[in-house]
């Protein structure tokens, strides 16, 4: 399923083929989406003036409000009796945003997350533990066809359960697992309250996503469990999954399948384009997509581009790790900071472990950040079960000194005993807001 002709492509002949795939999107939308005609009108843009892909930077942007005021089915392209599938984005509150796919949409997304799969050293005969949720989220069924269409078996377990999640991989032994990096630490910890030695399983490689992790993360996953672990990218509304994939061989960026999506950075505050290397905001334009085609899709993610090609040989446009969404970005007098930066802090310190959560706490206009760390099972033992011991206090202030050093930021820190931070089975909250002052954390 590696797929050279698309992925090692010479620049200029990527660039014909998107110019061409772009064209067609843009018919595509002006033709059968009331908003995107509207919206091409208003700017005097024709598709026929697309004749370079330069010109892309003119169109206007799609934003999650424009698919919120359309729900549920407003933004499709094709007929509803075309769509096969909709799937729904995790929203906080209110309604959901949607997205629909036809038949040649799903083949497409599951040609994509095989190449995925193959990217991160799958291969068909491996067996796949696929841990992402089943749903209307895009994880879960978007792992399980291009694990499928890769032909490996592929072992449907959903999120949840994770007791049985360690029976599966002990008695099926699946190469290949993926899940959020959250949820598959949560598996490993278990393994090992359970007595078990999480490096002894069959595994070899992990496909982790959907949240920002941190390479300290990475470090702690591939020690933890004996595997190597690769970074999957992509939401809903681009289609899900497999947007981009990083490989197995370098480990350093992820290639985006520009064969069928077009990458941005934007700086958000102006929305002009930044140059390569440069963190800001990530935008998609999808060149293949028909029943939720996408023209500049402002995705909130925080992440830079790069072009030179990789070690593994593959030319396509890599993106770094996503830092974090823009708005889980702490401003702490008026320094920024993801909470992806302060994972990558307390996984360096010892005698913690790596669940955490910043309290955002709104105390009239100013916000407060207050940051909840658990202390690991052996230093808790070791300090008597006493949160109050002067091991824990020592190690309180030097987090919150790391803290300061490395995210310039201060932050008051509390600690907690171990399991007490709530595990999620899928995607962590590693931000929680409050109303009032008062409120503990
Ligand atoms: O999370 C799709 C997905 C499923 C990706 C499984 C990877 C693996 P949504 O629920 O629509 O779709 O959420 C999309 O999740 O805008 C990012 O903020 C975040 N996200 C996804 N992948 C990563 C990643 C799926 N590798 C939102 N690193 C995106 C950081 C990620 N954040």
Redesign the pocket.
Request: hydrophobic residues 25%.
């Given at each position: 399923m590696f797929s050279p002709e698309m992925e090692c492509m010479e620049a200029e002949e990527k660039d014909r083929l998107q110019l061409i795939r772009l064209q067609q999107t843009a018919w595509r939308v002006y033709e059968n989406v009331p908003f995107y005609k509207e919206k091409f009108n208003q700017a005097s843009i024709s598709p026929n003036s697309i004749t370079s892909l330069e010109y892309l930077k003119k169109l206007p942007f799609t934003t999650k409000q424009d698919l919120r005021n359309h729900y549920p089915f407003g933004l499709f392209a094709s007929k509803k009796e075309e769509i096969v599938r909709v799937h729904a984005?995790?929203g906080t509150s209110g309604k959901p945003t949607v997205v629909g796919y036809t038949s040649s949409d799903i083949k497409n997304w599951s040609e994509m997350v095989a190449r995925s799969i193959a990217i991160a050293g799958g291969e068909p005969g491996h067996i796949l533990h696929n841990a992402?949720g089943y749903g209307l989220?895009?994880?879960g069924l978007?792992?399980h066809y291009g694990s499928e269409k890769l032909g490996m078996m592929t072992v449907p377990v959903s999120g949840g359960n994770t007791e049985r999640q360690i029976l599966l991989i002990e008695d099926f032994e699946p190469q290949v697992i993926c899940g959020t990096p959250s949820y598959v630490l949560t598996i490993a910890e278990k393994m090992e309250q359970m007595g078990k030695n999480p490096r002894a399983t069959s595994l070899k490689y992990g496909i982790f996503?959907?949240?920002?992790?941190s390479e300290e993360m990475r470090a702690t996953l591939e020690e933890k469990l004996n595997i190597k672990a690769m970074?999957?990218?992509?939401?809903?509304?681009v289609m899900?999954?497999g947007v981009a994939m990083e490989c197995h061989e370098a480990q350093d960026g992820l290639h985006i399948m520009d064969d069928h999506f077009i990458a941005e950075i934007i700086n958000p505050d102006t929305l002009q384009p930044v140059p390569d290397g440069e963190y800001g905001e990530l935008v998609f334009t999808s060149l293949t997509k028909e029943a939720f085609p996408i023209i500049r899709y402002r995705?909130?993610?925080i992440a830079s581009l790069r072009r030179e090609p990789c070690r593994c040989g593959r030319t396509s446009i890599r993106m770094s790790?996503?830092k974090g969404?823009i708005d889980d970005m702490l401003i702490i007098r008026g320094v920024n900071v993801f909470p992806s930066e302060i994972e990558n802090v307390l996984l360096q310190t010892e005698g913690i472990v790596p669940h955490y959560q910043v309290h955002l706490i709104t105390d009239g206009l100013r916000e407060k950040a207050e940051l909840s760390v658990e202390v690991s099972e052996p230093l808790f033992l070791q300090c008597g079960q006493d949160m109050s011991h002067p091991d824990i206090s020592f190690l309180k202030e030097k987090i919150g000194r790391t803290i300061k050093d490395s995210c310039l930021i201060s932050m008051p820190v509390h600690m907690h005993p171990p399991l007490s931070i709530p595990r999620s089975e899928g995607?962590a909250i590693r931000v929680v807001r409050h109303k009032r002052a008062e409120m503990g954390v």
């Open positions: 984005s995790s992402y989220f895009t994880g978007g792992l996503g959907a949240e920002p992790w970074d999957i990218y992509g939401l809903s509304e899900g999954p995705t909130g993610d790790r996503v969404r995607k």
